[in-house]
């Protein structure tokens, strides 16, 4: 799921940059309007995501499939992120398409998304059309939805990576901190935007009688507004292809790119020299010549390091991991199946009673209600996220940390015990807490730890003759391994969830699961996260 990012998130995705093995040639200072333009492909996937998780449990419900199987959907995904993330990013790195090396794979990622949505919202009205036969029309109405659900969340997981790297390309220092300042806003507005669209009731309007149905009516604007926001964004900063770039590089640097699955570690976090990098690049300059080995095997590096990262990182990274996985589980059990829960226990509907009963209908309403719920959480991370630099002050980085966790846990659980549409609504703003939380405080840590380090090597070189850049940590493994923890929580959620609702017969298991995983990481981020004084 996409979501709102503050200076901590600024300050990480900038550390990606800074930490790479050399620079690269300074960028021009970019005007607001064009990064504003850059950040609408963040607009725009946030929109989908909104779009989807509103209304993928309820379509997978539409179409027939079974209770213990709809959260296995949620499963593929991630598994997939988790082993082809570092190869593609890798691949991308290496592309020398005339556009550059991002924007091809924005727009192939892109159109992916546009495939998945529209799979997963008119595959069943596609199946009906085609097919009389029940049976047949049931196996091929399930299983083409779920290849859109499953194509969907692999492109717009993976998208987030190329627009990240074509920012950090094209832009200064100064540039990057602004705009992913507007990354952060844009994915506000996006998300809040069609979690309004998806709440209104678009059956009884004249769009939604025109189209069919209101999966139609959001599909359409999905598509209309992912379509308008790439194309805005991969017209608004001009990104030179890699054979130009490589010309313009400096003898004393290397044309590597700073990103994860450019860098070989040798341990967890320190960045392994490219050797031989004057001759590597006098040959890049050159159009020909070998790779280096390391250029070679860049791949395979990636991913070794990648889990190396998760088996040998310290034992105060390893928490902060831990606890953001456990963060990211309770969230995602809870905002996967909200809607759900909103038309099933909060409204009593039946979203497996023919599409024109009473208790269908009841149960759409439900999932209207939800969406307005899930727009609440939109706006109020958005919020939040700007009170927690003032909150900062008084309550420190473990107070924010264990106040997210609480408040959400309390809330959810006061959701699952007595449903009721109000006192609900205004508890989604619990969601909006949490969000925000999982997105600024673990990294907001991590910047710390970073810094610590950073100071005792500092120290350790004015004592020794050693060069702390010989063994410095490399931050980028360290906000990638952090950043892994969120698909393992999909994963855990994907396997874990289909069964609960299945014994328990009610979905409100899951709502009741998300808030005792919550309150149990309270106890874990006040016990064993380690905060820097």
């Known amino acids: 799921m996409g979501g709102n990012s503050n200076q901590g998130g600024i300050d990480t995705y ?12 300074k960028p021009p200072r970019r005007p607001t309007g064009r990064l504003v333009m850059h950040s609408m492909a963040m607009f725009g996937r946030e929109f989908c995501y909104a779009v989807e998780a509103a209304y993928v449990t309820p379509v997978l419900l539409s179409v027939g499939l079974p209770k213990s199987l709809y959260s296995m959907v949620w499963l593929l995904s991630p598994i997939l992120g988790f082993l082809l993330q570092p190869v593609v990013g890798s691949v991308s790195d290496h592309c020398r398409s005339r556009w550059g090396r991002r924007r091809p794979y924005i ?17 069943d009205a596609v199946v009906s059309a085609l097919i009389a036969d029940p049976k047949r029309k049931l196996l091929w109405a399930i299983s083409i ?57 678009w059956a009884h309007l004249e769009l939604g009688r025109v189209l069919g149905t209101e999966f139609q009516v959001m599909f359409f604007f999905s598509a209309l507004v992912l379509t308008l926001s790439i194309v805005i964004h991969l017209c608004s900063i001009p990104e030179a292809p890699l054979r130009d770039a490589a010309r313009d590089v400096r003898p004393e640097q290397t044309s590597q790119d700073p990103l994860l699955p450019s860098l070989g570690v040798s341990e967890h976090g320190s960045v392994e020299k490219a050797k031989n990098s004057y001759g590597s690049a006098k040959l890049a300059s050159e159009g020909g ?44 059990s809870n905002m996967l199946f909200f809607t759900d829960f909103m038309g099933q226990i909060v409204y009593g509907g039946n979203p ?47 107070g924010l940390y264990f106040m997210g966790y609480l408040l959400f846990g309390l809330g959810t659980g006061f959701i699952g015990l007595f449903p009721n549409v109000y006192s609900t609504l205004v508890l989604c703003m619990m969601f909006g807490v949490m969000s ?11 910047a710390e730890y970073h810094r610590e380090e950073e100071e005792e090597m500092e120290k350790e070189q004015q004592t020794t003759s050693k060069d702390p850049a010989s063994q410095g940590r490399g931050k980028g493994v360290d906000c990638a391994t952090l950043t892994c923890m969120v698909q393992l929580a999909q994963i855990l959620v994907g396997s874990g ?7 328990a017969g009610s979905v409100v298991v899951v709502v009741i699961t998300a808030s005792a995983v919550a309150l149990i990481g309270c106890c874990f981020v006040a016990l064993f996260v380690r905060y820097v004084d």
């Open 497 to 503: 969830l289909g069964f609960l609702v299945n014994t």
């Open 14 to 25: 900038t550390s990606l940059v800074e930490d790479g093995p050399c620079d690269s040639v």
């Open 289 to 332: 010549g070998e790779k280096p080995s390391s250029e070679r095997n860049q791949g395979a590096m990636s991913m070794r390091s990648l889990l190396r990262a998760l088996v040998t990182m310290p034992s105060h990274y390893r928490c902060l991991c831990i606890s953001h996985l456990i963060g990211w589980t309770a969230f995602l």
């Open 145 to 201: 939805t779920m290849m859109g659900v499953v194509l969907f969340d692999f492109a717009a997981d993976f998208i987030d990576g190329p627009v990240k790297a074509y920012l950090f390309d094209v832009c200064a220092h100064q540039d990057k901190e602004r705009g992913l300042h507007y990354h952060a806003l844009f994915t506000g507005f996006g998300g809040a935007l069609g979690y309004m669209l998806g709440a209104i009731d």
């Open 107 to 123: 727009l192939a990622l892109a159109i992916m998304m546009l495939l998945g949505m529209a799979l997963y919202l008119n595959g």
């Open 352 to 398: 497996y009673s023919a599409h024109n009963s009473t208790e269908f209908q009841i149960y759409q309403r439900g999932v209207e209600a939800g969406c307005w719920g899930l727009c609440i959480n939109a706006v109020f991370s958005s919020i939040y996220s700007y009170l927690q630099k003032l909150l900062l002050a008084y309550m420190g980085l473990k």
């Open 436 to 446: 925000s939380t999982l997105y600024t405080v673990p990294f907001n840590l991590i």
